[in-house]
């Protein structure tokens, strides 16, 4: 147990930028892990495909903090694609034994300790789970976007 709470998670989870409301945002999602309690609020902005603006509301225990506050550190300059494919990654990373996210979300693996606790899963993917439903809403609005990801 102690390996997910290693010192560069704990460090990730404390220093967590980009927190509050983004007024013109896009889009917002909220996300919760009936488990553990935690509770995520993301906002996004985007512009052809790329996510240009970024903020999050998060309550969330030490493994969702440390995984909100990495994707805060790198979403902003990412497209959508991008972003669906460390998804994928994540959850390859969790369940499968997969080497985790490569790019600009690579900082991720430092997450790899999680997949030996199921129980944990659903708090370290609350910040995709509702980036991904946030840009769900926005590509719904526009589907040209479906292709610029």
């Known amino acids: 147990m102690d390996d997910i709470y290693n010192n560069r998670i704990l460090e ?8 509050g409301v983004l007024d013109d945002a896009d889009a917002s999602a909220e996300k919760h892990s009936r488990l553990c309690g935690s509770k995520l609020k993301v906002y996004l902005k985007v512009e052809g495909g790329i996510v240009t603006a970024f903020s999050h ?12 506050s990495i994707m805060a550190h790198h979403i902003i300059g990412a497209s959508s694609g991008e ?5 994928e990654d994540m959850l390859a990373m969790l369940k499968q034994g997969g080497e985790g996210p490569t790019g600009r979300f690579e900082d991720m693996r430092v997450l790899s300790p999680v997949r030996d606790f199921k129980a944990r899963h659903a708090s370290t993917m609350l910040t995709f789970e509702a980036v991904v439903d946030a840009l769900d809403q926005i590509e719904d609005r526009s589907p040209a976007l479906n292709a610029a990801g």
């Open 57 to 68: 509301e998060v309550r969330a225990c030490a493994l969702g903090q440390a995984s909100a």
């Open 83 to 87: 972003i669906r494919q460390a998804r």
């Open 12 to 19: 990730f989870a404390g220093n967590i930028p980009l927190t």
